[in-house]
């Protein structure tokens, strides 16, 4: 209790189905799923697809929608501020792209001595949001998914890409 200090917690019992007793967590729970109901939207726009409820992409959705809201959506009991502002006191700053988009990732393997120098150290990606953890880039790669430091954004569309986002985990 020492590192606590003088508070105290109080245990409430909530009757079985009350509605008033998660009325909070429920209206979290459909700001998730609106949010991600967006990006999927965004995906069907950019991309030409349609999401299906197996795909690889969809966890990742829901994750990115959090992240999202956390960084983003003020709230009136922080005092008009973010959940991202109360935890770290500034507003987030950080770029991003669009949830989806294929990028260009810097994988520079430091771990290969005698790497060429020369050697095109950028792969084609798609883009699935910020770390909550590092602020690192979230990508989807051929080998799952990634997380990168440096992102730029890429110039075109490949199938390569787009085969990414309909891939259904294994």
Request: hydrophobic share 40%; aromatic share 6%.
């Amino acid at each position: 209790t020492a590192m606590r200090g003088p508070s105290l917690t109080l245990c409430e019992t909530v009757p079985r189905g009350s509605k008033v007793s998660i009325g909070s967590v429920d209206r979290c729970a459909q700001e998730v799923l609106g949010m991600t109901r967006t990006l999927l939207l965004v995906l069907r726009n950019m991309w030409g697809v349609d999401v299906q409820v197996d795909m690889e992409i969809i966890p990742r959705a829901v994750r990115h929608a959090s992240w999202l809201l956390n960084c983003f959506q003020t709230r009136k009991r922080n005092k008009g501020n973010t959940a991202f502002h109360a935890l770290h006191g500034r507003d987030y700053l950080g770029f991003m792209f669009r949830f989806g988009q294929p990028v260009l990732a810097h994988v520079a393997d430091v771990s290969q001595p005698g790497q060429p120098e020369l050697q095109d150290m950028w792969t084609s990606e798609v883009w699935l949001g910020k770390s909550h953890e590092t602020d690192a880039n979230v990508l989807m790669t051929q080998a799952g998914v990634m997380l990168a430091r440096t992102c730029r954004e890429a110039l075109e569309f490949n199938e390569q890409s787009r085969q990414l986002l309909l891939r259904s985990p294994e």
